[in-house]
């Protein structure tokens, strides 16, 4: 049964034909116009725009965490938005913190960071040029006071059991005000005796404030760098110390993506030299091969600087996963690169060199049409996936595999043009050269040329007595296609197994670099922080009137909600100003104020305390009269335990979100950091799912509207999903789960393995159908088998550089490269091979062998008396140009 590729694939076999004649008769059209186009893109350049926002970048666009992320910064926003740094200190024994001198010199160091440690800033925050933390900082600006009160009554024994002085956990007691420390302190052990605090493992610094305008803003940025610095080359015979905020977090995503760029060149050389090897032929001058290799590995990279250059013009934020890129890139324009090279040397070196160029274009651009389009359209749908990081890399890959399809049937086709006419015109030098020796001689040496040679080739080709066609008559035997069912169902088994063990599952360590600093604090938040204490921040953005008993009550109670909820660490652990002013107001009993003017003095006011409480709330005025309030939020404290995995994360997230929507009417919204992430691993599955069920029924689709059998259709299906299931299990059992970086390389995996089914179902089925099944499989094979292997092994050549950059990333994309490559081949090669010969034996007719036996037998008569077409090349204008070709009768002897 034919399908509509049958028809379509002789249109498109004969629009590439005619493209072939043409690019032969315009060659500087086609090779000049993709050069001007690249260098037209760099301008590109100056519109640079990167995106590394982490919170961004790694959760579905449409996901309540980035609502999260908008409430919390709209909250900051009118100071500048917020500025945030953490120092996370432990000791080098990780032993106790509290011991005196490791004590005294945290506290040290957190004077020194907070006042001393200063970078240039402008005179319009100091006049001294030179600007502390303290000096930026606006609003409560005394996030570590507890380190320095806390070391001033625990060096003291007598002080720590004083009734005044209560050292607890996580809130610690002084006279009436209490201090929540469950944030600075982690990995805590409780005195059971006195139930107070006589352990402490890591200690947590907090450099928060408002950015208020661009100048302190960029000050800021200084003193973020400048501390990056410090705690990298801190020395200290006590203390180890580590720092992380969003700015570390974007550089070292940043560096993780940059890190391959050094060994991008070595890709090329490998890829240059492993072109000009398995291309090498005797009768080709050195110079030849060279420029040959030299064209394969120019088209790729010319398309990579114009995919950038082009959608960096259009606006596109570059992200550092997308240089992952242009190893793909190289890849596939390889792939190309041998067919073409392959079909130009199959074309009939006694015909002219526009039917040559038109046979290479008729024979490889469908092929390559088949493979470009559905890499293109895998990559395409990942562009329609809502995780931005995920959507950015296939949107430069989708264009990139289209400018290199473009480039390599117009620029590298063009230059071969160039290539094929400056050969011919050295070669009539050298024959002119060796027939004028011999002349002088007496005697004629026989030469064989390359179009001797190449025809020798072709006529022992056409006999089916080859190794290849010995190999498919092996792989046609019943018993060898039992075998390898029965070796096919065991991987298909160890696949699923592979498949069904795969986790969801999201690190931030899969983002960064194995050698990152931010590996450390990584560790000691899991095992530390998140384990005994996290905050959430509440923001309550609608509040009641909180003058009156109805709004305090209501407002308690939503607070008293989140105290309650599993892990939650209870009253202890929340900051809520609203509790602290109404315990601290009966200090202004006699005061006439009304409710809402005594808490605008009482948070003005630094000796009882409410100024900390300044950056939580924000005052309704009415001029210069405070009418009400805003909004406000209160923060409390959660702890996880050994449970303190992103599952369980997931769950909390849930709940917290669930009872915001019970006080909708408040419009109450939860943040917390680190929410993108959950986002994220509740949208990994069912994105990954319909993506790839999409993907494949895409492919399909391609496969049923290309190639010229509806048989190819289940054939292709059924090694696509082989190959696929095999990449997905065999990367689950190499160590790697489901997240968005496996994601990317799964679209990547469904479009590569079109490649190899594609290639074979193509060249099988546009065979005569008189022919024998085996002696179709061979002359595919023969045909295609070799560019494929060339393609294979090249595409895994250009990304084994990556092996060198100790990197998460960079090690899924290469074991997926790895496994498809292989895996493909294997199914290319064996089994879909297997699988056509027995799908061709059930639609083959009982009296097909005799008829192909007797084809084959005039076939070979009539070649024996085909005649042979010499060209002459003579130069018009300075030009060489072929003549049109004498005919000689080619005996059968």
Partial sequence: MRSPGHVISHAVSEFFRKTGVQVYRHPAFFFWIPVLLTIFSAIGLFRWNEENRIWYLYSPSGAPSHYEHKVANEFFDDRGGKFWLEVSITAHDMGNLLRREHLDSIDALSQYLQFNFTVPCAKTIKATKNCSFDDLCSGACNDNQVIPIFNLIYRNATQRLHPNFRLTFPTMHLYNDEYYVGEHFAGVQIDRKTNLISHVKVIMLYFRTDRQNMVVGDALKRWEEKLIDFTANYKNPLLNISSTSDGIVSQE??????????????????????IFVTNWRQHFSLSHNVVMAFLGI????MAVGTTFGLLLLLG???????????????????DDVFIIIHAHRKADKNTSLEDQMAHTMEEAGPSITVTSLTNCLSFAIGILTPTPAISLFCLYTTVAVLVDFIYQLTFFVAAMVYEERRAAAQRVKIEEKIKKTSNEKG???PVDSEYTIVEKTIAMKKHHN?????????????????????VLVFYWYISYKGCASMEIQMDTSNLILKDSPLNGIKYIYEQFVWREGQLILVFVNAPPDVSTDQGQHAMFSLV?????????????????????????????????QTFYKLLDNWMQDPENGGSRWNDMVR?????????????????TGYSMGELAGWNTRSQIQHVWRNVVNEYSKYNVTIFQPYSFYVDQLDSIGSNTASTVIVAALTMDFVCFLMIPSMSSILSSTIAMISINVGVFGFLSLWGVNLDPISMCTTLMSIGFSVDFTAHISYHYYRNPITWTTDERLADALRNIGWPMLQAGFSTILCVAPLLLVDSYMVLVFFKTIFLVITLGLLH???????LLLTVGRAQQKPNCKKVSEAHFEEKTITEQKMPIEFTEITKVDGEEKPESPRKQERSSG
């Fill in 560 to 592: 008293d909600r989140f105290e309650r909820l599993p892990f939650a660490m209870g009253r202890n652990s929340t900051s809520f100003w609203l509790r602290t002013f109404l315990s601290q107001s009966t200090l202004y009993v006699n005061s006439n």
């Fill in 619 to 635: 005052l309704k005025k009415n001029g210069n009269e405070v009418i009400g309030i805003q909004k406000f939020l209160f923060a």
């Fill in 443 to 445: 005697s004629i040496t």
């Fill in 298 to 301: 120019v088209g790729p990279l």
């Fill in 828 to 834: 290319g090669i064996v089994f879909l091979p297997a």
């Fill in 466 to 486: 080859g190794v290849v066609s010995k190999y498919c008559r092996v792989l046609n035997g019943w018993q060898t296609r039992f075998l390898l069912f029965i």
């Fill in 253 to 274: 995503v940043r560096r993780n993506g940059m890190s391959c760029v050094p060994f991008f060149n070595l890709s090329i050389v490998l890829v240059f030299f492993f």
């Fill in 316 to 334: 596109v934020p570059f992200n550092s996963i997308t240089l992952v890129m242009p190893f793909l890139i190289i890849g596939v324009g390889c």
